[in-house]
Each structure stands twice: as structure tokens, then as C-alpha cells.
């Protein structure tokens, strides 16, 4: 198995789970799906159920975690959206449009079900407030080619891989059905992404490939943060090590390659 769904499952069947995976494989026309064991109901962001087991300051690090998954679930609405009003003002096809919007509408979803699950955990409804669009629209598609590379193939490829080592780990039913939901719908986001970059190579020749050669050739940022106890993992938290070997492992055996195989070089 090759490609984005056979990275996360080469990171899925890694673990305790491999056999009795919570995300189960289906084979199915095209390939592996990641599919959720069974459906999740509609989910709003009133929910607030008991804490469960966690104990202080434990509650405080894994609650923080997920409200900034949340967060980013919620921002990633606005950048989907974003994207949708760039690949239609440079004419792309109607396939990719389609699942763009698709994919924003699984970002709410993963934002409803984020939001609830911090009320869940930390016994108290969160609410994901306002948020602004900031982002200034690629002037080119040269500029939207990399934009794609830094924010959707580096960025997204990168959230799934940490995403499914999340759930890897996961042992809180209530944790590892979000994950569920999030891993599946990611793995589509991330193809997405690389399917989208393809399309701009395709349409724009020579500047759009030095564009998205630069950007390719960026530094990766290394992840900081706290240390943080191994029980932290159980509820779908990774501690800054753990995360930057993830992100490391990602970009140096999956992005690179995948990258020096479209453009021929980096």
C-alpha cells in the first residue's frame, strides 16, 4: 500500500491495535478507506458530560491540547473556504471545487466534535468564539501553488501523520472516536492537497514549479512545548518530542520523497 492512506496505515497497524484497529480497513474500489467503526451522531458545542478519570494537573494539559485542536479545526473552516475562492477564480476543475467544500464541511464537524469533547473532558462548555479571516488572497497561481505546499501538502500531511499517532495511542473511548472521525476525513483532505498541487504544475509550466521548488526547499520549524507525563497519550496527547519526531519522520520519509518525485529535483 502506497501513498497517503498507506502512510497512515503503516502508522495505525504499528500499534497495540493491529488487530482490532479502531479505524477499520475496508477494500473498496481505489484502494484502502479509513472508515469510522460505526456513525457519530450530530454533535453540538453545548456538550458537557462528567470529566471521567482525569486527575489534576493532567485534566489542565490534555484540555488545553484539544481546545487548540479545536481551534485549529475551526480555522481550518475559513482556510478551506479560502481555498474554494482561489481554485475558482483560476479556473480549476469542477472535481477539485467540489472536494474542497467537502472538506470544509468536515472541518466544522471536527470542530463541533473538538469543542465537545473539551467540554467533555475539563466538565465545562467551551465555546469557539469569533474568529477572523486574515489570509490575503495569491495573486498568482505561481503564489497559490505555494501556498498549497506550505499550508495544505506540508501542513495537512503533517496534521494526519500526528492525528493517527494521536489515535495510535488513544485509549479514552471518547478521545478515540474523534480521532476516528478526524483520521479518516484527513486522509481525504491531505490527497486532496497533493491532487490540488498536481493540477498547478499542470496548468501553470515553468513558474509554478520554481515556486513550488522554493517552497519545498523551506526550513521546517522544529515543535516546542512542555514536557509532558506518558498518561497524557491515553487521551490523545503527544508530548514536544514525540511531536517533532512525528513531524520530522513525516517531512524527511514521506513529503521530501513524494515532492523530488513531482519536480524531479529539489
Not at 476543475?93 to 467544500?101: I, N
Amino acid at each position: 500500500m502506497t501513498g497517503i492512506r498507506g502512510l497512515v496505515l503503516s502508522i495505525l497497524e504499528s500499534s497495540r491495535a493491529a488487530s482490532t484497529s479502531d479505524v477499520e480497513r475496508v477494500e473498496a474500489r481505489g484502494g484502502v478507506q479509513l472508515m469510522p467503526r460505526a456513525p457519530l451522531p450530530p454533535v453540538r458545542f453545548s456538550g458537557v458530560s462528567a470529566p471521567g478519570a482525569l486527575n489534576e494537573p493532567l485534566r489542565g494539559v490534555v484540555v488545553n491540547v484539544w481546545l487548540r485542536t479545536a481551534r485549529a479545526e475551526y480555522a481550518s473552516v475559513f482556510a478551506f473556504e479560502n481555498a474554494s475562492t482561489h481554485l475558482k477564480r483560476l479556473g480549476a476543475p469542477h472535481a477539485l471545487l467540489k472536494r474542497t467544500e467537502a472538506a470544509r464541511r468536515d472541518e466544522i464537524v471536527h470542530a463541533s466534535l473538538a469543542f465537545n469533547l473539551v467540554g467533555r473532558l475539563g466538565g465545562h462548555v467551551v465555546q469557539p468564539g469569533l474568529l477572523r479571516n486574515t489570509r490575503t488572497p495569491a495573486s498568482t497561481l505561481a503564489a497559490f501553488a505555494a501556498a498549497t505546499v506550505r499550508n495544505a501538502c506540508i501542513q495537512q500531511t503533517m496534521a494526519l501523520t500526528v492525528a493517527a499517532t494521536r489515535l495510535r495511542y488513544a485509549e479514552d473511548r471518547r478521545v478515540i472516536r474523534v480521532l476516528e472521525t478526524m483520521v479518516a476525513d484527513e486522509t481525504r483532505h491531505a490527497e486532496l492537497a497533493w491532487d490540488t498541487l498536481r493540477w498547478a504544475l499542470r496548468a501553470g509550466g515553468r513558474e509554478v514549479w520554481k515556486a513550488v521548488t522554493r517552497a519545498f526547499a523551506e526550513p521546517r520549524p522544529c515543535v516546542q512545548g512542555p514536557h509532558l507525563p506518558r498518561a497524557a497519550a491515553a487521551y490523545g496527547v503527544l508530548s514536544a518530542r514525540d511531536l517533532d519526531d512525528v513531524v520530522r519522520r513525516c517531512m524527511d520519509d514521506w513529503i521530501r520523497p513524494e515532492a523530488r518525485r513531482l519536480l524531479g529535483t529539489l
